[in-house]
């Protein structure tokens, strides 16, 4: 039997190959006519930095038992990146009681891998990505660029490299656990290079960092 989570619960699952992280908003599901939307942030926590299609389904049970599925496909989802989702079905009948309305998560053979409701187990746990790493060295502040000026590398081997950071944008999703940081960098370079998120960090006032 898969344990039932109250809304704004957190639940760890894990479907074709891939693991994910999923978080409900805490007003759960919202009731309009015919139409049922439940909110959820949602996240890759296995693989690769790039995004892939989610191996997810999410669907709704009504008070009388019925299930009724979103036909949104293949939610493209980066790991450890929190990407809010809107699951809207609509109902055989109107004015739906959300206290009994169930959403699932199912994985593509339709077993359900877990599910809140109003009245469920409250569950928190530590969001998917955090500050908790160490910066290996330290750094001189006074050495520091400011957001949108080019910073050239300083190293020999990549002479005339710069890189050019964007000021960067937080979003707090509903209900989410925590806050999204995006940073633009755009690199400028006379060689062929690869950059790839992993060779960046973002770094807190007490000088822990989070990956991307």
């Known amino acids: 039997m898969t344990k039932t989570y109250a809304w704004g619960s957190q639940a760890e699952v894990s479907s074709g190959g891939e693991r994910y992280s999923l978080n409900t908003a805490k007003q759960g599901p919202v009731v309009k006519g015919s139409r049922i939307t439940v909110a959820l942030n949602a996240v890759r926590t296995s693989g690769d930095q790039f995004p892939s299609p989610t191996k997810l389904r999410y669907a709704v049970v009504t008070g009388d038992g019925m299930l009724c599925q979103d036909r949104t496909p293949f939610q493209m989802l980066t790991r450890g990146r929190v990407e809010p989702v809107n699951v809207s079905v609509q109902a055989d009948s109107p004015g739906e009681d959300k206290n009994r309305v169930t959403l699932v998560a199912l994985d593509t053979g339709g077993r359900v891998l877990a599910a809140w409701r109003t ?11 955090g500050c908790t790493a160490k910066l290996k060295e330290p750094f001189d502040p006074d050495r520091t660029t400011s957001f949108g000026k080019a ?40 060689f062929s290079a690869i950059v790839g998120p992993q060779q960046f960090a973002l770094v807190d006032g007490k000088e822990t960092c989070a990956r991307a």
């Open 119 to 129: 009245g469920g187990e409250v569950r928190t746990i530590a969001p998917p990505t």
């Open 151 to 190: 910073a050239p590398l300083r190293k020999k081997q990549v002479e005339g490299t710069t890189l050019r950071v964007a000021k960067p944008k937080v979003t707090n999703e509903p209900g989410a656990l925590s806050s999204t940081v995006t940073v633009e960098v755009t690199l400028t370079s006379p």
